[in-house]
């Protein structure tokens, strides 16, 4: 039992050693015959015991737990799947035969239906492909005509990336 140990102890089940774990009972409790600073944290944890035993007791109204109960989640529902003839087997379904995609759903957008994000991605994509296509053709070709005229004063990389026939010296077979 390590001073660290009993801290944990007295921190999850108090002072009492009747609530203590039956395993580490014993050895806690050597550890506060032996250890002054064990018999210190015990007397600390044992004055927070005494002040929640005289707190009182908080008097619930049943309609709270009424909605708490209602808003719990639902246990999955077990129903049998036929694999062969005469033989059964139990499968957990939530949510129907769409309840591993609407789980999934609901776990990458728990704010509602998805279907304002799916068609937010879906116009972003709609648009990046239309102004893709649209670009070169608004510029008038005048990028691709002074990158042609740059990539054939030099640099034989861009006159590769730019698929230009005129490939350099060094380049050619």
Do not use: C, H
Request: glycine share 8%.
């Amino acid at each position: 039992m390590t001073i660290g140990r009993l801290t944990e102890l007295l921190a999850a089940y108090g002072a009492d050693p009747k609530r203590w774990p039956a395993d580490e009972r014993p050895a806690a409790e050597a550890m506060l015959a032996a250890s002054a600073d064990a018999r210190a944290l015990a007397e600390r944890e044992r004055e927070l015991d005494l002040m929640l035993d005289a707190a009182p007791d908080a008097e619930v109204p049943a309609a709270l737990i009424e909605r708490l109960v209602a808003a719990r989640p639902r246990p999955a529902v077990a129903r049998p799947i036929v694999a062969r003839p005469g033989a059964a087997r139990q499968r957990s379904v939530v949510g129907g035969e769409r309840g591993f995609l609407a789980g999934f759903a609901r776990a990458v957008w728990p704010y509602g239906s998805p279907a304002l994000p799916a068609g937010a991605l879906a116009a972003s994509i709609v648009l990046g492909i239309a102004f893709g296509a649209a670009m070169p053709s608004a510029l008038g070709g005048l990028y691709v005509e002074k990158a042609i005229a740059a990539s054939s004063a030099g640099d034989p990389l861009v006159s590769l990336a730019l698929a230009d026939n005129e490939y350099p010296e060094e380049w050619r077979p």
